[in-house]
């Protein structure tokens, strides 16, 4: 069973910045490809960034240049560096887990996930 602990959720104003982190309770965290998605009230969840335990990695569009995904495979945590907010990142966001190690896009292929972190950006 792999838990995921997202944190590092807030309040932010327009423009600003936020780290959020998810640690893994999984041995073979390095062979898996981790993934950040959000929500918001209303909405489906969509895809944000993602990363393959190699390095590659892939954004959405409305994120590109602003959002950064890494991991430390030492750590067993992926991180999502989050600039120049807008309101609407707005979301809860969720990690999760493909042990396929795939970049996929779709929520369906993620095994596992963690129970989210809220991010409020204001205008």
């Known amino acids: 069973q792999v838990q995921l602990v997202e944190t590092g959720g807030g309040l932010v104003q327009a423009g600003g910045s936020l780290r959020l982190s998810c640690a893994a309770s999984?041995?073979?965290?390095?062979?898996?490809?981790m993934a950040w998605f959000r929500q918001a009230p209303g909405m489906q969840r969509e895809f944000v960034a993602t990363?393959?335990?190699?390095?590659?990695?892939k954004y959405a569009d409305s994120v590109k240049g602003r959002f950064t995904i890494s991991r430390d495979n030492a750590k067993n945590t992926v991180y999502l560096q989050m600039n120049s907010l807008k309101p609407e990142d707005t979301a809860v966001y969720y990690c999760?887990?493909?042990?396929?190690?795939?970049?996929?896009?779709?929520?369906?292929?993620?095994?596992?996930w963690g129970q989210g972190t809220q991010v409020t950006v204001s205008s």
């Open positions: 999760a887990v493909n042990t396929g190690d795939w970049l996929f896009t779709a929520a369906a292929n993620y095994d596992y």
């Open positions: 999984v041995r073979t965290f390095s062979r898996y490809a």
């Open positions: 990363m393959r335990w190699s390095g590659g990695s």
